[in-house]
């Protein structure tokens, strides 16, 4: 059964920047860029992307990301990760291209979080992870992806509830993202480690489930960042 739980690691891993590639195509073919710049800004971000994934996960396959000396390889590559996504969410291109993204897409596409919950809860089962880190314990993230539809239709479909509905619920989300990611932090074998229960979080580190911290806990601030550009922009 656990291999149940890592197929679904990897059908996500696959799945989600997927669905990005195909979103970010018909944005871009919303905007006033020449179909050649479109193309070229599209391959660039496709290569950049899987090139980012493939390294990603070799890494940490071959065991480079291994807890050992600090600070842990894997904080850097979060940290750096962080960093460039910071840098293109604020950009100017990502402004023009929030502007005309239907702002529904950036909500629904949160209930992804529900099938990394539902990992999270898996690799518990299998005492690989402690159970602050599930639903079960210190993880309210998966109400985040049950909401997201929910916000999403009232929202934006059927348009009874304000948006600053789905503005405020975005910053919730970021906190409940926060809090995970503190959790998991304060779990991990390091001189911080608040929780002593084991097993310690060092199964997160391994593939696939690397792709947890380095690729779906991006890609959700990611979509609430961007959320909260787009629906900030429609309040001035």
Known sequence: MLLFYHCLTLLLTIGMPLLIF????????RTTISETQQHQLWRRFVVLTTSYLIFVGIISYMGFLAFGPLPPPAFILVTLTLIVLLRLIYSKRAKELVLVTPAIWLIVIQSFRILVEIVLWGLYQYDLIPIQMTFEGRNFDILVGLTAPIIGYYCFIR?????????YWNIGGLFLLANIVLTAILSMPIPIRVFMNEPANRYIVDFPNIYIPLLFVPIAYSMHLLSIRQLRSRFQ
């Open 159 to 167: 348009k009874s509830w304000p948006e600053k509905v789905a503005y």
């Open 22 to 29: 195909i979103g970010l195509k018909k944005v871009l073919s």
